[in-house]
């Protein structure tokens, strides 16, 4: 069982930047794919980023690449979300999920075993 708590949202304004963070419960967190997955109003959810269990090898969705960076520590059982030149479109809750299947078959939210209960995100323009 992992208990994950995101933090880190808020409001900013289009160009900036925010960093979100992902705390999870457990001694095992080394053994799970981390992902993070968004919901807009209206919307259904869907993928953004995932990472290996050690954090060697990452994914992202085309609409993040090059904006947004996951990573892990794995001594603080804690996974990130840093997201730099956000757009209005980024508008969303942000979740955070673990996964304790492959990575490689890691696909869409059906894939993942746990989730956080989210962290608002709005870019205002």
């Known amino acids: 069982q992992v208990q994950l708590v995101e933090s880190g949202g808020g409001l900013v304004q289009t160009g900036g930047s925010l960093r979100l963070s992902c705390a999870a419960s457990?001694?095992?967190?080394?053994?799970?794919?981390m992902g993070w997955f968004r919901q807009a109003p209206g919307k259904e959810r869907e993928f953004v980023a995932r990472i290996s269990y050690s954090g060697a090898r990452t994914y992202y969705a085309d609409s993040v690449k090059g904006r947004f960076t996951i990573s892990r520590d794995n001594a603080r059982n804690t996974v990130y979300l840093q997201m730099n030149g956000l757009k209005p479109e980024d508008t969303a809750v942000y979740y955070c999920a673990a996964r304790s299947g492959s990575y490689s078959s890691a696909g869409g939210e059906y894939d993942y075993d746990y989730w956080g209960q989210g962290t608002q995100v709005t870019v205002s323009s």
């Open positions: 457990g001694r095992t967190f080394n053994s799970y794919v």
